[in-house]
């Protein structure tokens, strides 16, 4: 998961490497429990011959294409859609196929902030909002597991740095 061992850099460990809650993927899995459902219904009414036999086939091709578009896709895009924390930044990379990253470097933090609503209160994450000085601005990171430690963790790091260039 995470950053691979040739992209962080002498001196630099990690301290968490996170991936949204699988709350992100509930979505998913109501359309693809739907199109079971919808297969079955299909499988079910359709006659095993005749004019109409094709049925079988049509559910099982929309099936497919519904598990696949709206099941395996956000499931890869989640899968891939990574976050990591090091002692010397905050990692984020993204995309099936074609990558994306963004490196904020924690010297250049100016504010960790989380928001929480009832059901990611319930699930246990929330979103983490990241203020640098750059051009970008914030970054915002939905559905963070732990987001209050992760938040703490952050600052704490922020802070070490913060110390370190000071004395």
């Given amino acids: 998961m995470g950053l691979p061992a040739d992209q962080i850099s002498p001196g ?8 949204e809650h699988w709350k992100h993927l509930l979505g998913a899995m109501v359309v ?11 499988l079910q009414l359709s006659p095993s011959s005749g004019f109409l036999a094709w049925l079988d ?10 598990v696949l578009v709206f099941g395996a896709w956000p499931a ?4 891939n859609r990574t ?23 924690l010297t250049r933090v100016n504010d960790v902030a989380f928001d929480q609503g009832l059901t990611d209160r319930l699930a246990g994450c929330g979103t983490l909002r990241v203020s640098a000085a750059s051009e970008e ?16 963790r952050m600052n704490e790091l922020v802070r070490a740095l913060g110390d370190r260039g000071r004395g």
């Fill in 32 to 42: 693809c429990l739907a199109a079971l459902v919808g297969l079955v219904i299909v």
């Fill in 137 to 152: 601005g914030t970054v915002v990171l939905k559905d963070i597991p732990h987001v209050h430690a992760v938040a703490l």
């Fill in 57 to 66: 086939t049509a559910g099982w091709l929309a099936f497919a294409g519904v």
């Fill in 76 to 79: 890869l895009g989640w899968w």
């Fill in 12 to 19: 630099e460990h990690v301290v968490l490497e996170m991936r």
């Fill in 83 to 105: 976050y990591t924390l090091t002692n010397e930044r905050l990692a984020t990379r993204s995309g099936i196929i074609r990558r994306r990253g963004r490196d904020i470097p």
